[in-house]
């Protein structure tokens, strides 16, 4: 099936849901703040929330917040109370997203740490945080360090979801090889034989992993 053929069909499918209001006022905060409309799409926001739900997760962690629509979607399937860390590199990105959540009704169950990814993870891993629910959408270079860092933190049975495994085509491009680019291809060969998961791999969009953790 060709990228032009699954853009039809997502689009398609994406037509039969209301506009959710919410969600488009936060998109419209990122293009309002210069910032890249680089959220997670549409129909992955929706199992986003799907998967939060089904799993009856409680604590959820997501690697970059940018201006909180993924985080939207994560709190909307947390059960009652749930808690949201969000790791994210730029204050003022974390500033919008933490200021679209408050707006949402969601402002006191997400908790933000800036700064380097990997300097956060390290820090919870010394608390002993543990999480049922992940999201990675950030810096492609370190995917493969960030799920390293999901499933020691995880909870048995958590699940971890993590966007843009395609790069717009450009991961099954042998043409390309760039640094992002060869890092992907590590990451899901990495996801798909790791004995400690179970995993699949959607390919609508621009890709999605989801894996629960043994």
């Given amino acids: 099936m060709t990228n032009e053929h699954l853009q039809t069909v997502e689009t398609y499918l994406d037509s039969h ?11 419209q905060s990122i293009t309002e703040a210069d910032m890249p409309a680089i959220s997670v799409a549409e129909g992955y926001g929706r199992l986003l929330t799907l998967l ?6 409680e604590r959820a962690l997501e690697i970059g917040a ?29 500033e919008l997203a933490h200021g679209n959540l408050t707006a949402a009704g969601y402002g006191e169950q997400v908790e933000y740490r800036i700064g380097e ?4 993870l390290k820090q919870l891993e010394e608390e002993e945080a543990r999480f049922d629910y992940f999201f990675i959408d ?28 395609l790069l717009q085509g450009r ?27 179970v995993s699949a791999m959607l390919p609508a969009y621009d890709g999605l992993a989801v894996a629960i953790v043994k």
């Fill in 138 to 165: 950030a810096d492609k270079e370190n995917y493969a360090n960030y799920l390293e860092y999901a499933i020691r933190l995880a909870r048995p049975g958590a699940v971890i979801a993590v966007d843009n495994l």
């Fill in 66 to 94: 940018l201006g909180g629509y993924s985080g939207l979607c994560i709190l909307r399937g947390l059960t009652s109370g749930g808690k949201l860390t969000s790791l994210e590199l730029r204050p003022e990105y974390a």
């Fill in 17 to 27: 849901y209301e506009e959710d209001k919410q969600l488009t006022s936060i998109k």
């Fill in 52 to 57: 939060a739900l089904s799993s009856k997760a």
């Fill in 171 to 197: 991961t099954m491009n042998p043409e390309k090889q760039g640094p992002s680019v060869q890092a992907m291809r590590k990451f899901i060969d990495a996801m798909a034989h790791d004995e400690r998961l």
């Fill in 117 to 120: 990814a990997l300097d956060s």
